[in-house]
């Protein structure tokens, strides 16, 4: 994809650039209890160690799924309960439905929508590390929604790190072949 389209999508991320700054700027976490920079954004709690909570989130029988600022102004306000930062938002309208796509970048991840407005159903994704609340969107989609039936599924994601770490199992993503 060139810059171009980067640009276009919201995403002019040459360093140095404004959203390249303002990403730098969030991405640094510091331990609350020490004041100490942290490495990562892992969260600990109740004794597990994992990278972060992801909400799979279907919403039936909604409404407003075609209001673009609506939706803007949902994932806003999404983000400030969670208490996370927002780094930007981009949003598509699609046509002749009227559904929306787009996602709100997060310095702790992201939170995605995908809307049919035309079936009253949209497909959420939200997914945040670091001190972070992100059972606290699903109240504020719920008043923006308000849908007839909510649906999610929560994975911690990233708690086989500890084990690879541990050297109880090793994991590659890279596949070689031998030409």
Not at 2 to 20: E, K, N
Not at 161 to 176: E, K, L, P
Request: hydrophobic content about 35%.
């Amino acid at each position: 994809m060139s810059s171009d389209a980067l640009f276009q999508l919201g995403m002019d991320l040459d360093h140095g650039s404004s959203t390249a700054q303002t990403e730098e700027e969030h991405s640094m976490c510091f331990d609350p209890q020490s004041g100490d920079e942290r490495k990562d954004f892992f969260v600990e709690r109740d004794g597990i160690r994992y990278a972060g909570t992801h909400l799979i989130i279907d919403l039936v029988r909604a409404e407003r799924l075609d209001d673009l600022d609506h939706i803007d102004q949902t994932l806003r306000r999404c983000v400030d309960a969670a208490g996370a930062t927002l780094l930007h938002i981009h949003l598509h309208r699609f046509t002749p439905n009227g559904g929306i796509s787009g996602v709100a970048v997060l310095a702790e991840s992201h939170i995605s929508i995908h809307s049919w407005p035309e079936h009253g159903y949209a497909a959420l994704d939200v997914f945040m590390c670091g001190d972070t609340d992100p059972n606290a969107t699903i109240d504020v989609m719920k008043e923006a929604f308000s849908p007839g039936k909510v649906v999610v599924k929560t994975e911690l994601r990233g708690m086989e790190i500890q084990r690879w770490n541990d050297g109880s199992r090793r994991h590659s993503t890279t596949a070689s072949a031998s030409a």
